[in-house]
């Protein structure tokens, strides 16, 4: 049988071509999937440290402790199932149904509420820094109705009022090494942030708890 050489190779070269575009194309569709960021802190005092699952897949590589925050994991943007597991154990402490856009970054708090079930609070982070000052924004975990927060520079700059629980307030951008007085409402009792630990060019969540009703206990996470 003669065989025409040269359009047998051709045809191996379109086929070849065709092969190598679809699987090129299927791998950026995997990476264009795999486009939403997701990490995950612990702010409930006295809780075992705990495992991350998206969609019943363990997805920590370690356990994340009281007043910890897990590394930032890559996942699919959409709808999926997020939970909180006892480390190394199948007793659920809370779960949520949460949806996440393309390219986007979330923070998810395990948080104690007010009547002492566990929940799960979903923030969206900002992840654009800015040149030259530290960009933070506060949240309030405390499990107090009573206890809205309140936020002012050393020098006497207000930057929140009234913060309730489980909000979360604005990104706000500050001078690097700015010293920060937080206060619960109806207490004088102060607790100062250091402004050692703000950085320029850095993006920051601080997050507030307490095992009392009038002195708030800070978290620093750094989100770069």
């Not at 006892?86 to 986007?104: W, Y």
């Not at 923070?107 to 654009?128: H, P, R």
């Not at 993006?203 to 009703?213: A, R």
């Amino acid at each position: 049988m003669k065989i025409k050489t040269n359009h047998l190779i051709t045809r191996m070269a379109v086929a070849a071509a065709v092969i190598f575009s679809v699987s090129s194309c299927s791998k950026d569709d995997n990476d264009n999937m795999m486009n939403a960021k997701l990490s995950f802190v612990n702010t409930v005092e006295g809780s075992a440290a705990q495992d991350i699952f998206i969609n019943d897949s363990k997805v920590s590589t370690s356990a994340v402790a009281y007043g910890s925050s897990s590394n930032e994991i890559s996942t699919s943007a959409g709808d999926k199932t997020i939970s909180f597991k006892d480390a190394n154990s199948a007793t659920v402490t809370a779960v949520a149904e949460v949806n996440t856009d393309v390219n986007s970054s979330h923070t998810a708090f395990l948080v104690k509420q007010a009547n002492g079930s566990m929940g799960i609070s979903l923030y969206a982070n900002d992840n654009t820094s800015a040149s030259g000052k530290a960009k933070v924004r506060f949240i309030n975990v405390i499990p107090m109705l009573s206890s809205t927060i309140n936020v002012t520079t050393s020098a006497g700059t207000n930057l929140i009022s009234a913060l309730a629980f489980k909000a979360a307030s604005a990104y706000q951008t500050i001078d690097a090494n700015t010293s920060m007085n937080v206060m619960m409402t109806g207490s004088l009792e102060v607790t100062t942030i250091a402004g050692s630990e703000l950085q320029a060019g850095k993006i920051y969540t601080i997050w507030f708890d307490s095992s009392t009703t009038t002195k708030a206990k800070y978290h620093i996470v750094v989100h770069n």
